[in-house]
């Protein structure tokens, strides 16, 4: 009975998920972050394009690893998790 609890317990509230993370998890992960902590959701077109540059760069310096495909990919899916959520038309709910 006691092996049932400790096993039932064991994934609970775990997040260690970093230790076997990729680098592109890790640099998608940190992109994301970046992007809630320097207020660019809701920032003007221009600097968001120049924020998504230097941060660009920044992630290809700290990620070598990562292919120029890898970093464009980050790029669009951090310019699209900046973009403010769609509105739903108010027939499609029903």
């Known amino acids: 009975m006691a092996n049932k609890r400790s096993n039932g317990n064991q994934n609970r ?8 993370s990729s680098p592109y ?32 760069a920044y992630l290809t310096d700290r990620y070598p ?13 951090g310019e699209r998790f900046a973009q403010p959520p769609k509105r739903q038309a108010a027939t499609s709910a029903a």
């Open 13 to 20: 509230g775990r997040r260690d998920g970093s230790a076997t």
């Open 25 to 56: 998890e890790e640099a998608r992960d940190e992109l994301f972050q970046h992007i809630m902590q320097c207020g660019v959701i809701g920032s003007e077109p221009e600097h968001q394009t120049e924020w998504f540059d230097n941060t660009a």
């Open 65 to 77: 690893e990562l292919s120029p495909t890898q970093i464009k990919e980050l790029r669009t899916l």
